[in-house]
C-alpha cells in the first residue's frame, strides 16, 4: 500500500510570494489533515478534511492560508502572501473511515521564507 | 495551541537502557497517541491508549494513561541507537482532532 504523497519537499521563497503544496492521501481514506511544524515545536493542525468538507479550520490563518480537497481525494495548501514565521514543515497525514484514530502521515513539505 | 507538554525537552541515554518520557495535557481525552519522528521525516504512529485504559504494550513499548493527573507515560526498554528521534504525544478529545505536545528529543548512544 503506497503512503501518503507530498510534493515539493522543500520549497524557498521570497517574503510576500505565493507557494502551494500537493498531498495525495492513501487510497480510500476519507480524512486529511494538513498540520504546520515549526522548528523545534510538534505539529499544529491547521484544517481537517473529511472528503471534500472541511471539519475544522479554526488554526488556519484565513487571510492567506487556503486549502481545497476537489472531488474527497488529493489536496492542496496555499500560502499568499508567505511571511517569514511560515518557515516550517507542512505535513499532510489521512485516515480511514473505519481506524479514523490512527493517522497516516507524509514525508512532509519543508519551507523556508527569506 | 498545544494540548500536552512532554517532559524531559531532551533525553541522552546508552544502548540498552530504558528511556521514559512523560507526557501532561490539559482537557479530558478520548485516547491519545504516540508518534515517533525521525530527523527531518514525517511522523510515525507508535501506540494508542484509550482513556479507559491504564497501561499498553506493543514490543519495546510500554505506555502508561492517569487521567486522573491528565498524563501519560511511553517507556522504551533496551534502547537502540535506531530509536534515537523526536516522540510526540497527541490527544483526541473524541472528535479526531489531534493535538500534539511539544516533543522529547531522545539521543541513544550507541
Redesign the interface.
Known sequence: EAGVAQSPRYKIIEKRQSVAFWCNPISGHATLYWYQQILGQGPKLLIQFQNNGVVDDSQLPKDRFSAERLKGVDSTLKIQPAKLEDSAVYLCASSSAQRQETQYFGPGTRLLVL | S?Q?EEDPQALSIQEGENATMNCSYKTSIN?L?WYRQNS??????LI?IRSNEREKHSGRLRVTLDTSKKSSSLLITASRAADTASY?C?T?SG?????????TRLKVLA
Open positions: 498545544q500536552g485516547n497517541q527531518g521525516r514525517g511522523l510515525v504512529h494508542l510526540f497527541a483526541d472528535t479526531y482532532k489531534y493535538i500534539f505536545g511539544t516533543g
